[in-house]
């Protein structure tokens, strides 16, 4: 079966500054990746996937993760955040074989201070 | 085009009442699910519908939940009588093409206390 580890559950950086929010995951066959972010009082949406291909994947906000698989990570990085940015992040994995659920992470709260 | 549509958002009752979540999801697709999230357990899978028939409910706590979708633009998750530990935030999702995509769209959720 799958899974996702999320490390670090409360990050805190400065506006403007670099954020890495780390992801493990752990599955037999090729995964599906994605990272979601959920506001406050809100609901989750997707900033990325990973599916196939090229292993840097950009998505919303600005907001970019590398699939690599000999690490079997996807971390999510922002070169320079923003207040608005402060939400909590999900990692969440899948695979393409039958039906198999998606798999979320713990979270990861971040919180962007002016 | 609408998201996901949830209601209630905010659900406030008392212990052994019977508590209705709604959900209408997005137009055209033929996933459905419906998730917990609490602080204790993060987000659980509770149960998802392919093209309106349930197809694990493994993740359903119990019997006291029940969940259906009647067509494809409504679904409930019902819980009688309720508990206060079912407390939590309920989301459903839907999603187009799932087996291929992996992609989810989330309602806002609807928060339950039950006092």
């Known amino acids: 079966a799958q899974s996702v580890t999320q490390l670090g559950s409360h990050v805190s950086v400065s506006e403007g500054a670099l954020v890495l929010l780390r992801c493990n995951y752990s599955?037999?066959?090729?995964?599906?990746l994605f990272w979601y972010v959920q506001y406050p009082n809100q609901g989750l949406q997707l900033l990325l996937k990973y599916t196939t291909g090229a292993t840097l994947v950009k998505g919303i906000n600005g907001f970019e993760a590398e699939f690599n698989k000999s690490q079997t990570s996807f971390h999510l990085r922002k070169p320079s955040v923003h207040i608005s940015d402060t939400a909590e992040y999900f990692c969440a994995v899948t695979i393409n074989t039958g039906f198999q659920k998606l798999v979320f992470g713990t979270g990861t709260r971040l919180l962007v201070s002016p | 085009d609408a998201g996901v549509i949830q209601s209630p958002r905010h659900e406030v009752t008392e212990m052994g009442q019977e508590v209705t979540l709604r959900c209408k999801p997005i137009s055209g697709h033929d996933y459905l699910f419906w998730y917990r999230q609490t602080m204790m357990r993060g987000l659980e899978l509770l149960i998802y519908f392919n093209n309106n028939v349930p197809i694990d409910d493994s993740g359903m706590p119990e019997d006291r939940f029940s969940a259906k979708m009647p067509n494809a633009s409504f679904s409930t998750l019902k819980i009688q009588p309720s508990e206060p530990r079912d407390s939590a935030v309920y989301f459903c999702a839907s999603s187009y093409y799932y087996r291929v995509t992996g992609e989810l769209f989330f309602g806002e959720g609807s928060r339950l206390t039950v006092l």
């Open positions: 599955s037999s066959v090729p995964p599906y």
